[in-house]
C-alpha cells in the first residue's frame, strides 16, 4: 500500500525521497503508512553510521525473538530482501513499547509521534 524510493544524483549522491501511498485507506492506515514510509527516508538519510550499527544490532536482537514481527515480514525474508530498515519502520509504526527495547524506542521517538499511531499490538 505504500513505498519509498530514495533518489540519487549522477555522483551517487542522495538527491531526494518519493514516499507513494495508496489512495482510498482509511485515516488511520494511512498514518501508519506514510510514518511507516517516511522512517525508510529517515534511515536513508538522517541516521548516521555509528547509530545504524547499534540499531542494526538490537533490531536483529528484537526480531530473533518475535515470532508474531518475523510472520509479518515473511514476504521480505522469503524473498532475502529483509532489511533492517524494514524492521525500524515496522517496530516503530506497528509494536508498542514492550516490544522494543529502550533504545529503539528512543531512535523510535527521535523522528515520528507514535502516540498519534493505532499500533498492531
Known sequence: SGEYVPNYDQH????FGAITVKR????ETEKVLVAHEYLHHVWETQIDPSTLHDLTSQLMTLYGKDDSLQSRVTTYSDT??????ELF????????????????LSQCNN?????VLRLAR
Open 24 to 27: 482510498g485507506l482509511d485515516p
Open 89 to 104: 519502520a515496522y517496530y516503530c509504526t506497528e509494536s508498542s513499547d514492550q516490544y522494543l527495547s529502550q533504545y529503539v
Open 12 to 15: 551517487d549522491d542522495f538527491s
Open 80 to 85: 532475502n530482501m529483509l532489511l533492517p530498515t
Open 111 to 115: 523522528y515520528i509521534n507514535r502516540g
